[in-house]
């Protein structure tokens, strides 16, 4: 069953990656839906759970699909899912949204999630700096993220909810018994762990058929298909009028992409940074996080994002993949 598998993957690559990311991005929304219910029924509070299930699950794509690169020696790929994946996130889902309604930045974004996604970008940099990513730096993004969600505790705890985003994943979670929640729980979670399998392993043909790098296809392909849960949450959420959470969603998503995506490979094998992974990669999704708080703060600046700065970060999306595939 497995060489069959492995015979498909090799044969036909990006039908594996298709079906791969159908797949994975099903299962990872399964999965947090089972184990939020199955948390609730044991009485853990709503914060904890949308500090954890909820928040940290929405990057469940991301993060095992990257434990699966690190744990098969390709932490390359994994490092490029976590960067690409902020890349188009910022470029592409809030680019692509922007164009179809102009996106208000909700109060708390602007006081508490951008000013935390400079920090957590600022702190990934400084791991980077000496180009390589080890132990002690994942180390360092992981207690990023505990003093986030540490931070977001406190907060929950004295206003009596948790951030727009998350509290609204949180109302719309399904009411579930213990052992049904139980057999979805089991459910999801072979069919995330096939399935992110079949995305590793289609992403690393991709890359000997083209000849270029499993860095490069993590950057594009494969952030492209783990950044499409946000694509089609932010563009619901405008669709159904809640316009002021799409901002929010993608921030806290690259937050997490940044302290525990990113952390995974660095825990499991020291990883050698490449220079161009600093100047053009990580200088990419530095330069979009600063279109982003020049949207949000800049002088004279309406606290939106328009269609036209939609038309600039997805101008700018298009470019640097044009000018990945040409190098």
């Known amino acids: 069953m497995i060489d069959q598998l492995y015979g498909l993957v090799h044969e036909y690559p990006f039908f594996a990656l298709i079906v791969g990311f159908s797949a994975l991005i099903w299962s990872a929304d399964r999965f947090v839906h089972a184990s939020a219910a199955a948390a609730k029924n044991l009485g853990v509070s709503k914060i904890v ?89 994942g180390l360092a993004l992981l207690g990023g993220l505990a003093f986030l969600l540490y931070r977001l505790a406190r907060i929950g705890r004295h206003a009596g909810e948790l951030p727009d985003n998350i509290q609204s994943e949180l109302d719309e979670l399904p009411d579930m018994t213990m052992v ?12 995330l762990l096939v399935s992110s399998h079949l995305v590793v392993e289609g992403a690393r043909e991709v890359a000997l058929r083209f000849g270029v790098s ?41 937050i997490l992409n940044i302290l525990a995506v990113l952390a995974v490979p660095a825990l499991l094998a020291q990883q050698e940074i490449e220079v161009a992974v600093l100047w053009r990669d990580y200088g990419l999704m530095v330069a979009l996080t600063a279109l982003l708080i020049l949207f949000a703060y800049g002088i004279g600046s309406r606290k939106i994002i328009t269609r036209f700065e939609g038309a600039v970060l997805v101008t700018g999306w298009v470019g640097y993949t044009y000018l990945i595939y040409h190098q």
Request: glycine share 12%; with cysteine; aromatic share 4%.
């Open 49 to 137: 759970i949308g500090l954890t299930f909820v928040a940290v699950g929405t990057s469940a794509p991301e993060i095992v699909v990257g434990l699966q690169d690190s744990l098969g020696g390709r932490g390359q790929l994994a490092i490029g899912n976590a960067i690409g994946s902020n890349i188009a996130n910022i470029g592409l889902v809030l680019g692509i949204t922007a164009l179809v309604r102009p996106l208000p930045f909700a109060t708390t974004t602007l006081k508490r999630e951008i000013p935390w996604l400079i920090g957590a970008t600022a702190l990934a940099l400084l791991c980077l700096l000496d180009r390589y990513l080890g132990p002690l730096d």
């Open 180 to 191: 049904i929640a139980g057999l979805w729980f089991l459910a999801a979670l072979v069919v």
């Open 214 to 254: 499993e860095f490069v296809v993590g950057l594009t392909v494969v952030a492209v298909g783990t950044s499409l849960p946000e694509l089609s949450v932010t563009v619901t959420a405008v669709l159904r009028g809640h316009a002021d959470m799409a901002i929010g969603n993608v921030v806290g998503s690259n």
